[in-house]
């Protein structure tokens, strides 16, 4: 097991695949493991591996990845996991592939870290629709089971992670609508259409990003090949000379 340690947080990440790099992050929301792409309705990773070096994670407090939790932790926690892992890997530069929360660590990379990113795959993004005690709810569920493993966190710091991660009205929740205006960098975008991963999210994130594309069927299994294909297009497309 591959494990990158950042002060008191550990990342459990694997690699498969060679070319230029793809960091994927998986669907499960709060519990977002590389376990959970089986989820999606094909081999996500796997389909792009042929051609690229993908890095496939845990994120922290999923899997076999830790961190400890305090009340000022959020969506830049997150972020700051995904670039010290791309330190640690030697990966100035990388395509992204996120399903489900994924779309939100991918919107803070490219509000935060522009320059790391090549371009971007989302998946059926999460968002902000009418739906915020769905994902409190889903989070209380979370914390209650994590809790045992944190002997440093008050109910005042779960509370605290909560709100940071949920409690804004950002449609993608990790940053204000008027900065996805500012993504420079090339976006495809697959349609969402249930409570967690409104299709509004997807919409918005498609028609204000500069370099957006938004693709409306893919999950049915007659779309899937496309679908598929859609992404490693994509990704070839938008990978750096040399």
């Known amino acids: 097991m591959s494990v990158m340690e950042n002060g008191d947080v550990r990342i459990h990440y694997e690699e498969m ?8 992050f998986a669907p499960g ?5 590389i376990e959970a792409w089986s989820y999606a309705p094909w081999d996500v990773p796997g389909a792009v591996a042929g051609d690229h070096r993908v890095i496939v994670m845990d994120q922290r407090n999923a899997g076999d990845s830790f961190a400890p939790v305090h009340a000022d932790d959020g969506w830049d926690s997150y972020t700051a996991d995904h670039l010290a892992l791309l330190d640690h890997l030697g990966i100035e530069r990388c395509h992204l592939l996120g399903m489900c929360i994924g779309g939100t660590f991918i919107a803070n990379l490219l509000a935060h870290a522009p320059d790391r990113v ?15 005690d769905l994902f409190r709810g889903r989070f209380d569920e979370f914390a209650a089971e994590e809790a045992p493993k944190h002997p440093e966190a008050s109910e005042a710091d779960w509370h605290g992670l909560r709100e940071n991660l949920y409690g804004s009205d950002n449609t993608l929740w990790s ?13 495809l975008v697959f349609a969402g259409g249930d409570e967690p991963h409104p299709a509004s999210a997807a919409e918005m994130l498609a028609d204000v990003a500069p370099q957006a594309t938004l693709v409306e069927r893919w999950k049915a299994t ?5 679908a598929r294909e859609s992404i490693a297009s994509f990704l070839s497309v938008h990978t750096p000379l040399g």
């Open 175 to 187: 940053v204000p609508d008027t900065a996805v205006a500012g993504f420079d960098a090339p976006l």
């Open 222 to 226: 007659d779309h899937n090949d496309a």
């Open 17 to 24: 695949g060679e070319g230029f790099p793809v960091l994927t």
């Open 29 to 33: 929301g709060m519990r977002s493991t």
């Open 118 to 132: 090549a371009s971007a795959a989302v998946l059926q993004p999460i968002g902000l629709d009418g739906n915020r």
